[in-house]
């Protein structure tokens, strides 16, 4: 087994963007899921859950890239 190396300061930072990103997905998807569920036009109401899904897909990609980059920095 080789020995862990620090994390940079960018490294660091990027790891934190990670989690504000999934984290602002997350919300966006309460957002959206809030508005649809307000909505009385099925129309309407079509183009929020269009949102949320949208939100919810961006959100499994950046946990993706996430973990990929987790295993580059972060070997075990």
Same mark, same amino acid.
């Given at each position: /087994?080789?020995? #862990?190396r620090? /994390?940079?300061?960018?490294? /660091?930072?990027?790891?934190?963007?990670?989690?504000?990103?999934? *984290?602002?997905?997350?919300?966006a998807?309460?957002?959206?899921a809030? /508005?649809?569920?307000l909505?009385?036009?099925?129309?309407?109401?079509?183009?929020?859950?269009?949102?949320?899904?949208?939100?919810?897909? #961006? *959100?499994?990609?950046?946990?993706?890239?996430?973990g990929?980059?987790k295993?580059?920095?972060?070997?075990?």
């Amino acid at each position: /087994m080789s020995p #862990h190396r620090s /994390m940079t300061d960018n490294e /660091m930072e990027l790891f934190e963007a990670f989690k504000l990103a999934i *984290e602002s997905e997350r919300t966006a998807q309460g957002a959206y899921a809030r /508005m649809a569920s307000l909505a009385g036009d099925p129309q309407v109401r079509a183009v929020f859950e269009g949102f949320q899904r949208e939100e919810a897909e #961006h *959100e499994e990609r950046l946990i993706q890239l996430y973990g990929e980059y987790k295993a580059r920095c972060i070997p075990e």
